[in-house]
């Protein structure tokens, strides 16, 4: 430890890595990804079991404490979310000064962050009590404040929540039922909007994940750091693509353009364009993520009798890139977006909602992550080293002489 630093900073010997495409930030022991074979595992279990198994709150528990959590323990836990559902006094109003058509995904940067505001009692990342708390107000408030963002979107007031309804059913009568209304989702559409949640809870030290790290490396709390994620994670290139794929569908769509027209673009790279939803850093086969999605599209589209044109335009891309030298030599496949939007939008979301609900699938792993980066005493703070390219000294000008 202490004598390679001494030694590396001595020698000024230091890599040059952008985009830490080789570089590890930590160590963790959450979540496994093997890039080539498509594997994606959460504390040791394959995706598609924990997808198929168990609830997104089951999954929750599992991340953030390392083990599948038992029936008392998982009761507990859907307790405590439970409890911590209602926004504190005033919030709805601070949300209300937001503009109600801005971007949902600045609104859910806000609120999250406004968090600390309201609870500067449970900020104390030293304090595992509090940051026990501070865990249950994310993953509760996070759904309440999502569902809030489709309501304003839409101009409806806020549905209370109930307690005593599963975490995923009831965020939907919030977003989408009417307060004292008969609202039920059907246990489908509750299934499907449940796995989307579970594939979406961790993926290791992508982008946003490891600036909710490098957030809290400098010990600021919980909700500071997550906020900064729910940042990170509304980029194009990032959480952002869910939405940008169905922009691209529709814009494909309403073009009139053919989907080889569309690929020769994206081949040639005019004006910079890609295909969204496509490519990955890690995985260089198909993402596990998106072969469940791929499935789970099909199968929501058929329950809802919601034949979408634009699940065949994304059908048409997917079965040129899989053939097609350009996608075939750069390992490009569908990532865990490319699909998710059509369901979403099946289920009656527009599409400026998807990344926020990424923002609640991720909320697990962000948290986890966190935690795990607090306990470790062999975390440092985030301090990446440069290569100046700059001027060499020079002598200052005063103004009069420029
Ligand atoms: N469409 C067309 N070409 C692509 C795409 C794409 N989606 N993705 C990568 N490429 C090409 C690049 O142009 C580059 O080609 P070159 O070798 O001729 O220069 C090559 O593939 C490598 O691409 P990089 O950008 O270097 O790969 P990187 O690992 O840095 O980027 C990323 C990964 C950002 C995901 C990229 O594939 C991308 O922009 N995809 C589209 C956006 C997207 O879907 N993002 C979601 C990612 S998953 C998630 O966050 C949930």
Known sequence: ??????????????????????????????????????????????????????????????????????????????????????????????????????????????????????YPEVVDPRDPEQVDTATAMLLAKTSTITSALHRRRTGQALVAPDASQGFVADFLRRTFGSEGGEYAAEPAIVDALEKLLILHADHEQNCSTSTVRVVGSSNANLFASVAAGVNALSGPAHGGANEAVLVMLEKIRSGGETVETFMNKVKNKEDGVRLMGFGHRVYKAYDPRAAIVKKSADEVLEKLGAKDELLEIAQGLEQIALSDEYFVSRNLYPNVDFYTGLIYKAMGFEPAMFTPLFALGRMPGWIAQWREMVNDPSTKIGRPRQVYTGATERRFVPITQR
Not at 62 to 74: K, N, S
């Open 1 to 118: 430890g202490f004598k390679v630093n001494t030694l590396l900073r001595d020698t000024g010997l230091v890599t040059l890595d952008p985009g830490f495409t080789n570089t590890a930030s930590c160590e963790s022991a959450i979540t496994y990804i093997d890039g080539d074979q498509g594997i994606l595992r959460y504390r040791g279990y394959p995706i598609d079991q924990v997808a198929e198994g168990a609830t997104f709150l089951e999954v929750a528990a599992l991340l953030i404490d390392g083990e599948l959590p038992g029936t008392e323990a998982l009761e507990a836990l859907e307790k405590r979310v439970a409890e911590h559902a209602p926004l504190p006094g005033g919030f709805e109003a601070f949300l209300a000064a937001l503009p109600a058509q801005a971007h949902p995904m600045a609104t859910l940067a806000a609120a999250v962050n406004a968090l600390a505001a309201w």
